[in-house]
């Protein structure tokens, strides 16, 4: 039901090489610079090589280069970010802490909640907690196969469910969320809960400064820790890129149904996409209307006229209603059906097929 990260890498090779991709892939080449130049992209390799090509493709992922939070004082043990993170065998005998509640975070927690001697996580604000099972069926196929409603509605159903399945969380020391459902990334997990209710974790508010090896929180309580790990997010990042490229506000590029350089059909950003419930199954599907756009760019211009004028003049609401969380993570977030919507009328309107 949940297939792990090496199956996934797996997954990714085998396709690589079934459809006889490794012929056309370089790796271990870094790209220090890419600028428009006469007809396209120039590109600049770490070995100094430059190569002109006529599309960009970026594909860089969003979670590599971590945003460090600045606290008063200074922690005299380990003080780490999640990408550092390894192995639970890292925290065997420490005196744990897990700052941030997204779901690397909590994840984590439930490591050090097995193998470390003190396990706690610090949460700003409460979230919802979605199963990773509904009635014994995986949480997102349970709600794509459920009845469609609007945004609204799925709030108020799903909430009533979720109430039904796991109670009242403020009883196991959690924050009551400061938002409905569906208006931030829900956790999907259920193995903190199982530590919270076993006593295995426990629930602390926002740190309010460091001295040597305890942390105070704002509530006064202060503890003594070994090992602070920083679960507080990702800064996006294309470093290689010029500035000119694309226009970016917090912390975000201005990108059209989030993937399109708006005005450029030679630039494409895959990945930067942000939604309110699992993004995977996205990607294949935007990928293959890029390629599609490619080539129509080549091979049939009033198919790729009509393209760049759909794709260049969108403007549509994909929030769903939704009232998202007033966060620099959540400027740009988009409900799931909304943007499933959006790339469906997109094929409609080309007359291309709908995407397995």
């Not at 897990?98 to 193998?115: E, H, K, Q, T, W």
């Not at 935007?286 to 969108?314: C, Q």
Request: hydrophobic share 40%.
């Amino acid at each position: 039901d949940y297939p792990s990260n090496r199956q996934l890498l797996a997954y990714i090779r085998s396709f690589a090489k079934e459809n006889a991709l490794e012929d056309h892939i370089t790796l271990n080449s870094e790209i220090v610079r890419a600028e428009k130049a006469a007809g396209g992209w120039r590109v600049t390799f770490g070995n100094g090589e430059e190569k002109g090509y006529r599309w960009l493709l970026t594909a860089v992922g969003t979670n590599w280069h971590p945003y460090m939070p600045e606290f008063e004082g200074s922690f005299s043990g380990r003080l780490m970010h999640s990408r550092e993170y390894h192995s639970a065998d890292e925290l065997k005998g420490k005196r744990v802490l897990v700052v941030g509640a997204g779901n690397s975070g909590c994840d984590i927690a439930c490591d050090a909640a097995r193998a470390a001697d003190k396990a706690l996580i610090s949460m700003r604000r409460g979230y919802h907690f979605i199963p990773k099972h509904v009635f014994g069926v995986p949480a997102d196929v349970f709600a794509a196969q459920g009845p469609h409603m609007p945004a609204w509605l799925s709030q108020r159903v799903f909430g009533l469910i979720l109430r039904l399945l796991l109670g009242d969380l403020t009883k196991l020391g959690l924050p009551k969320p400061d938002h409905r459902l569906l208006e931030t990334h829900p956790l999907l997990n259920d193995q903190l809960i199982h530590h919270l209710r076993h006593g295995d974790v426990t629930v602390k508010g926002d740190i309010q400064r460091f001295e040597g090896g305890d942390v105070v929180f704002k509530d006064g309580s202060h503890e003594a820790l070994d090992v602070v790990i920083l679960a507080t997010g990702y800064k996006w990042l294309i470093p290689f890129l010029d500035d000119k490229a694309l226009t970016w506000k917090d912390n975000r590029p201005a990108l059209k149904l989030c993937f399109a350089a708006p005005g450029d059909p030679s630039l494409f950003c895959l990945g930067f996409l942000e939604t309110n419930g699992g993004i995977f199954k996205y990607f294949s599907d935007i990928a293959d209307i890029v390629a599609r756009s490619i080539k129509a760019e080549v091979a049939s211009p009033g198919e790729f006229k009509k393209f760049r004028t759909l794709i260049d003049g969108w403007d549509h609401d994909l929030s769903g209603g939704i009232h998202f969380v007033p966060s620099q993570r959540h400027a740009f977030y988009v409900n799931t059906d909304d943007y499933r919507a959006a790339l469906k009328s997109v094929r409609k309107q080309m007359g291309w097929p709908a995407f397995a």
